[in-house]
């Protein structure tokens, strides 16, 4: 009923820049919260960001003013501007949204498929 797509990821050098794209369609009525989470391989997934739909946002520490979060409520995507990458960042990127289909429903988490971010000299 509801997909989530992401886009913009691939390899690039330490010290360089991707902005990952995550746009959310399908039986829509509000979308609150978006995020970004990443899973390394061997590792379990970890928070990198969140944004809440007036704004507030929230950072891991790992990425904390290297990364930037944010949304276009009107086109329901959510945009992950990472700058400054380090191969530590090297992981699958899942983007997620909680969404109420209805205004009776109760709202439900929705993920992504996953893009894959390395970065690497």
């Known amino acids: 009923q509801v997909q989530l797509v992401e886009s913009g990821g691939g390899l690039v050098q330490p010290g360089e820049s991707l902005r990952l794209s995550c746009a959310t369609s399908?039986?829509?009525?509000?979308?609150?919260?978006m995020g970004w989470y990443r899973q390394a391989p061997g590792k379990q997934r970890e928070l990198v960001a969140t944004?809440?739909?007036?704004?507030?946002?929230n950072y891991a520490d790992s990425v904390k003013g290297r990364f930037t979060i944010s949304r276009d409520n009107a086109k329901n995507t959510v945009y992950l501007q990472m700058n400054n990458l380090k191969p530590e960042d090297t992981a699958v990127y899942y983007c997620?949204?909680?969404?109420?289909?209805?205004?009776?429903?109760?709202?439900?988490?929705?993920w992504g498929q996953g893009t894959q971010v390395t970065v690497s000299s």
């Open positions: 399908g039986r829509i009525f509000s979308i609150n919260s």
């Open positions: 944004i809440s739909t007036d704004g507030p946002t």
């Open positions: 997620n949204a909680v969404v109420s289909n209805t205004r009776w429903e109760r709202p439900n988490l929705c």
